[in-house]
């Protein structure tokens, strides 16, 4: 079965360096990823983030050269959710784009209201970021 994926995206007047070293800190999620984070800890080893959905656990991607913020998200049940996420640059500075993953038994409406979380998310970025 084919997945729907929706991408999400905002360009962000600063450079893609600087959006890259401020997003892939999970200690900064509580500032713009309400969806995931009202809190973050590091706790023996793993990021733990309280949401919506009780306490989660994210892994990004290792550091690297390309951007990529790529994550995982542990629920509480044990599902995992990857979630993947691009920095690159723009001629405005960087672009941050966020790959949404339509999971199965997922309704229009709760898709959308994903969709509509992460475009808060990026947008409260750029509000922290955009020069």
Same mark, same amino acid.
Do not use: C
């Given at each position: ?24 800190d999970p200690a900064n999620l509580p500032r713009w990823a309400a969806g995931l984070s009202g809190s973050v800890a590091h706790v ?5 983030? @309280?949401? =919506?959905? *009780?306490? !989660? /656990? ?14 995982? %998200? @542990?629920? =509480?049940? *044990?599902? !995992? /959710? ?14 941050? %784009? ?20 992460i475009t808060a998310d990026l947008t409260r970025l750029k509000q922290l970021l955009h020069r």
């Amino acid at each position: 079965m084919t997945r729907e994926s929706r991408h999400i995206s905002t360009v962000i007047g600063a450079e893609p360096a600087a959006v890259y070293g401020f997003a892939s800190d999970p200690a900064n999620l509580p500032r713009w990823a309400a969806g995931l984070s009202g809190s973050v800890a590091h706790v023996d080893g793993r990021w733990r983030a @309280e949401s =919506p959905m *009780g306490t !989660v /656990t994210v892994t990004f991607a290792s550091a690297n050269e390309w951007g990529v913020l790529d994550h995982d %998200v @542990e629920l =509480p049940s *044990g599902e !995992v /959710t990857h979630n993947p996420l691009r920095v690159t640059a723009h001629p405005d500075g960087a672009e941050i %784009v966020f790959s949404l993953r339509r999971p199965d038994g997922v309704t229009d409406d709760e898709f959308e209201r994903d969709a509509e979380q992460i475009t808060a998310d990026l947008t409260r970025l750029k509000q922290l970021l955009h020069r």
